[in-house]
T-cell receptor, first 112, second 111 residues
Framework: KQEVTQIPAALSVPEGENLVLNCSFT??????LQWFRQDPGKGLTSLLL?????REQTSGRLNASLDKSSGRSTLYIAASQPGDSATYLC???????????FGKGTHLIIQP | DTAVSQTPKYLVTQMGNDKSIKCEQNLGHDTMYWYKQDSKKFLKIMFS???????INETVPNRFSPKSPDKAHLNLHINSLELGDSAVYFC??????????FGSGTRLTVV
């Protein structure tokens, strides 16, 4: 059974810092990996989708990497801003209609 | 245009009642899902539907029943609501290589 772990569970840093969020998964036979953010009381916003054949994806100040063989992904946020404060969720898919298996998230606070 | 929309956004109801949550997607995706986010904010899949066929049913009580009239809709019906059913329920859809798109959630409170 796939399990996804996210470290750290919570992170508070001053504005402007670069930071890394970590995600690991137990079964490397994934189809893709997706990073989401969730603001308090809101839904999930997709940030980046990495297919299993890809090593990384970039969108603006965000960069996500995938090392499928070691079961790891990182989300890099450059020049953090207070608006980046949210919970970041990592999720993996086994393909087909398996659905996503989620980690418990990293609660991020960017201090102004 | 909202890609995945679900209604209602909030639902407060008494124990023992029956309620439904509706979900619609306009993305043309083949598969739709229901997820439950518990009080600790952990997201877990409940059901998925692919071309109107139930694919996954993850140890969910049979008081919960998904109904899909067509590929664009997946409704969740809950019978005999219990206090422990209080949670946020998310609808999602997916297509191979395009990832998953989630609705904004329905916060269910059972009193």
């Amino acid at each position: 059974k796939q399990e996804v772990t996210q470290i750290p569970a919570a992170l508070s840093v001053p504005e402007g810092e670069n930071l890394v969020l970590n995600c690991s998964f137990t079964d490397s036979a994934i189809y893709n990996l997706q990073w989401f953010r969730q603001d308090p009381g809101k839904g999930l916003t997709s940030l980046l989708l990495i297919q299993s054949s890809q090593r990384e994806q970039t969108s603006g100040r965000l960069n996500a990497s995938l090392d499928k063989s070691s079961g790891r992904s990182t989300l890099y946020i450059a020049a953090s801003q207070p608006g980046d404060s949210a919970t970041y969720l990592c999720a993996v898919s086994g393909g087909g209609a398996d659905g996503l298996t989620f980690g418990k998230g990293t609660h991020l606070i960017i201090q102004p | 245009d909202t890609a995945v929309s679900q209604t209602p956004k909030y639902l407060v109801t008494q124990m023992g009642n029956d309620k439904s949550i509706k979900c619609e997607q306009n993305l043309g995706h083949d598969t739709m899902y229901w997820y439950k986010q518990d009080s600790k904010k952990f997201l877990k899949i409940m059901f998925s539907y692919n071309n109107k066929e139930l694919i996954i049913n993850e140890t969910v009580p049979n008081r919960f029943s998904p109904k899909s009239p067509d590929k664009a809709h997946l409704n969740l019906h809950i019978n005999s609501l219990e206090l422990g059913d209080s949670a946020v329920y998310f609808c999602a859809s997916s297509q191979v290589t395009y990832g998953y798109t989630f609705g904004s959630g329905t916060r269910l409170t059972v009193v």
